[in-house]
């Protein structure tokens, strides 16, 4: 079974076959990933007059072509590097007589480019679906692909998870991202400082730092929020003189904030740590050769001059973190960050404004949610009121066939008190039909009285009569 190609493994081959640019990797790990493809047959390493080189071997040209390994009946029996021809001579260029010249190579594809020429034909969108190990390369695959650099300077690659399997798209590049920003200056001396580093400055040990690195720490800090100001936004200190551990440096309170729009920024100033072997001192090894739990430790850790800051709060955008690189420093990043503030705040301001027009269209579905019920519970009373009446037209029906029989029974009745009591009755039961019977007054709408919130609820559905967010 062929051994999978990973993530970090797949880039690094890509740029094998990109002719190993140079600028692009920060070590020499790759170094190591390039012996794992050799050993899968993929590249050929060479140390020869002590000059290290990578080739592609003809199953590496394959497999970025097309992201498999070639057919096995296909491979060579020991993979190797294509070897440089000697120049052809011209009698050697010149075809044989009867022979037809060999058609001109084809330049070779690279998988990425063969991957963005799908979306360019889809529109910018595929889904790659099926199952199995095929199907569960496509992230390293696109990740690969965007580190190539192979996409257009105005387009971005992204890939995810989908229901109908994995996803890819080549989307606009956000303006912010394409923006040229202006550098932050970083004063060389702190001559007015902020009031935010004037408390930084009064703790014993700012920020947790060592005495080092503290006066750059601080200028960094005064330019950031100097440049925030600037940008109409706020600051404010913190808890200026801890340093918190590596593990929860990213949960630990802030060493100052930024607000913008609304929305607060958290900083911690972090100092980097060297690690370096430890070499066990006789002490050490003694201990632990008498006690069993006692464990030497593997690295010893020192705080370096680098930098690093820590942004939380607020929807990320460029990154969470910032740090001094071998390449690039923390004042030459300084733009970005403060760039990154402006954007979290610009991002909330988006997401309340959102919020307040959905609010509102949400009042405004209830409102004509309201009417409606209101609409509904009227014509529900009228009709209400209509079965009233026809039970009482049918109620004085009845009622008028009964005394009508009374009437016929009376009259056959001799003349005496009897007689005079039946018609008596009589009279009055005419009367109050008279009064009972609704076809008795012309008929007319009815006045429906204003309706409780509870007479409401059955006309509204889902929604509540006391308000939208009810």
Request: overall charge positive.
């Amino acid at each position: 079974m062929e051994r999978q190609v990973n993530e970090r493994q797949l880039a690094v081959l890509q740029w094998v076959g990109d002719g190993c640019p140079a600028g692009i990797w920060e070590t020499s790990s790759y170094k190591t990933t390039c012996q794992a493809l050799q050993n899968r047959g993929l590249v050929t390493v060479s140390r020869k007059g002590g000059r290290w080189s990578v080739a592609l071997t003809s199953a590496g040209q394959h497999y970025l072509a097309h992201g498999t390994y070639p057919p096995r009946g296909s491979r060579p029996r020991k993979a190797q590097a294509a070897a440089p021809q000697p120049p052809r001579t011209r009698a050697q260029e010149a075809p044989a007589a009867g022979r037809k010249p060999s058609p001109p190579s084809q330049p070779r594809v690279t998988f990425t480019e063969q991957l963005l020429q799908e979306l360019a034909e889809a529109g910018g969108r595929i889904v790659k679906s099926g199952s199995g190990p095929d199907l569960e390369k496509w992230p390293s695959r696109v990740a690969a692909a965007r580190r190539s650099g192979r996409a257009p300077e105005t387009k971005e690659l992204y890939g995810g998870w989908c229901d109908g399997g994995y996803e890819i798209k080549l989307v606009d590049t956000p303006a912010w991202r394409l923006a040229v920003l202006e550098p932050v200056p970083v004063p060389a001396r702190l001559t007015r400082p902020h009031t935010v580093v004037r408390a930084m400055q009064s703790q014993t040990q700012p920020l947790g730092l060592t005495k080092p690195v503290q006066g750059r720490a601080l200028r960094l800090v005064q330019a950031l929020i100097i440049a925030a100001e600037a940008a109409g936004h706020s600051s404010s200190a913190g808890q200026t003189g801890f340093a918190p551990p590596s593990h929860r440096r990213r949960r630990a309170s802030p060493h100052f904030t930024i607000t913008a729009q609304g929305q607060t920024v958290g900083f911690l100033v972090l100092q980097e740590q060297d690690r370096t072997e430890h070499v066990a001192t006789e002490k050490e090894l003694a201990e632990a050769k008498n006690n069993s739990w006692i464990r030497i430790p593997r690295f010893d850790y020192t705080p370096s001059e680098r930098l690093r800051f820590v942004l939380n709060g607020g929807q990320p955008h460029r990154a969470s973190e910032w740090a001094d690189t071998p390449g690039r420093s923390l004042e030459e990043q300084l733009a970005e960050i403060a760039q990154e503030v402006t954007l979290r705040g610009e991002a909330t301001e988006r997401r309340r404004q959102d919020e307040i027009e959905a609010a509102r269209q949400k009042r405004i579905r209830w409102e004509a949610a309201m009417e409606e019920a209101r609409i509904q519970y009227a014509e529900s009373y009228r009709v209400r009121h209509l079965e009233a009446q026809e039970a009482a037209w049918r109620r004085t029906t009845r009622l008028t066939e009964y005394v009508s029989a009374v009437r016929t029974r009376a009259e056959a009745m001799p003349p005496g008190q009897a007689r005079t009591d039946a018609e008596a009755w009589i009279s009055w039961a005419t009367a109050t039909i008279e009064r009972l019977d609704p076809l008795s007054t012309p008929p007319r709408l009815p006045d429906v009285p204003e309706p409780r919130a509870d007479d409401l609820r059955p006309f509204l559905g889902h929604w509540s009569p006391y308000g939208p967010t009810y």
